[in-house]
């Protein structure tokens, strides 16, 4: 009798145990879905906001000659804009680590809907100068990041990562061409109201289908390092105090130097199009859709498989030897067709650089801290758009198109011997 107690005991304790285990692995489904579902709507975002954005990019200098602003003053406009984005960055991502990334979300395409908002009724040059304003809190894509950062494991963070090139490409193409588009059948001012309903859409995604925490319990290193909670989001001190943690002033450094060169020469392309290339309007929209399905297929799925086989110092390596490579192409170029040739290797540079340092600086930092990380990235390329009229005006101006490609080529050797002569401790790990 006491056998069969027994026994039936211990068929009670397993069916017990087992019904544990199958609502356990039931709830791991449906958090790693949940998490699945936040990534994707992060980029579905990211893709939307990069749309918006280099819709009106299009439609700008026509709606600014428009209102008789010359050219000296579009170049004020974009500066504006370009200093508004390189403030926001940090403080956006100071934001997002204080008050979450949904709120932060929801702060970007808020400040989007004012955006266009303000565009869609300038009717005056003092108008056009307001709407730039909201940009300080225009950081759709550092949001996604934040998003992706939260929720993948450092190992597969920079596969993630590196698909967010795929919505920046889309963003590029579709934009470009939808901009121009609507802008010409239907009038300059509709593309701004098609970028409101889309920024509101965007909003409301944010709010519905963004959970208030989507960051998974902190590990150690936040209670030990972090003070990201402590302070104002404009506290310059707390967002200078992740450079000191070891190995990210270094990085940081060759992320903004590496494709600064490069990135001079891209910012005046619209004129070295037409001076050097002889290219008419068509033309350069051609390139800029070239540009961006090279952008698509290379972050979007090159560089994904690479950090499957290959440790994250190695692809640091390696981008700043091919941006040295580029270097060297551009000091030869001579026809649009060597461009197209020069572009490949320099869309798998920028993109590979981008997604790496990215990756490399979220993990030297507490994940509290992942936000106002990726804001100072952030603000790498509002930096380049900020001095780069001025500067790469007057290299173009100077020493003509080949003197962007030898500045390429010494910067790139510098950081190049810098990175294999230098200790920085970086996690030497492969996506899985």
């Known amino acids: 009798m006491s ?14 145990l087992g019904m544990r285990s199958d609502t356990l692995g039931e709830s791991v489904c449906s958090g790693e879905g949940k998490r699945r579902q936040m990534i994707l709507v992060a980029y579905l975002i990211a893709t939307l906001e990069l749309t918006f954005l280099f819709m009106q990019m299009g439609v700008m200098p026509y709606l600014a000659k428009s209102l008789g602003l010359d050219l000296v003053g579009f170049g004020y406009l974009q500066t504006t804009f370009g200093v508004l984005q390189l403030v926001g960055g940090p403080i956006f991502g100071r934001f997002a680590d204080q008050f979450g990334t949904r709120a932060a979300l929801i702060l970007s395409c808020a400040s989007g809907s004012a955006f266009f908002l303000l565009m869609s009724i300038s009717t005056s040059i003092p108008l056009l100068f307001l709407s730039r304003l909201p940009a300080v809190f225009m950081h ?49 001012f509709v593309p701004t109201y098609i970028g409101l309903v889309g920024n509101l859409i965007n909003t409301t995604i944010a709010m519905v289908w963004m959970p208030l925490q989507a960051k998974p319990k902190s590990d150690h290193r936040v209670t030990e390092h972090s003070t990201s909670q402590s302070g104002s989001v404009f506290s310059i001190r707390e967002i200078l105090r992740l450079m000191k943690f070891p190995g990210v002033m270094e990085v940081f450094i060759v992320k903004a130097f590496a494709g600064l060169p490069a990135g001079l020469f891209l910012i005046m392309f619209s004129i070295i199009s037409m001076d050097f290339f002889g290219l008419e309007a068509v033309g350069s929209g051609y390139l800029m859709s070239y540009f961006g ?5 290379v972050q979007g799925l090159v560089v994904g498989k690479l950090t499957n086989h290959c440790t994250e110092g190695t692809l640091l390596r390696l ?15 001579r026809t649009v067709w060597h461009y197209c040739i020069i572009a490949v290797p320099l869309v798998f540079a920028f993109s590979t650089l981008g997604t790496i ?25 509002p930096l380049t758009r900020t001095v780069g009229p001025t500067i790469g005006g007057v290299l173009y101006k100077q020493f003509g198109v080949s003197s962007f490609g030898y500045l390429q080529l010494i910067v790139n050797i510098g950081l190049f011997v810098y990175l294999l002569k230098s200790k920085i401790p970086l996690r030497e790990m492969k996506s899985k």
């Open 3 to 16: 056998t069969m107690n027994a026994k039936a005991s211990s068929g009670g304790e397993e069916e017990a």
């Open 140 to 188: 759709g894509l550092p949001g996604a990041q934040k998003v992706i950062t939260d929720l993948t494991t450092p190992s597969q963070r920079a596969d993630a990562l590196g698909k967010l090139g795929l919505c920046f490409g889309i963003g590029i193409i579709i934009g470009s061409a939808l901009g121009g588009v609507l802008s010409t059948k239907f009038g300059i």
């Open 293 to 297: 399905v090279l952008q698509m297929v």
């Open 319 to 333: 981008s700043v030897f091919v941006f040295a490579g580029v270097g060297l192409g551009m000091s030869l170029m």
């Open 357 to 381: 340092t990215d990756s490399i600086l979220t993990k030297a930092v507490p994940s509290s801290d992942t936000g106002t990380m990726l804001g100072i990235c952030a603000s790498v390329q």
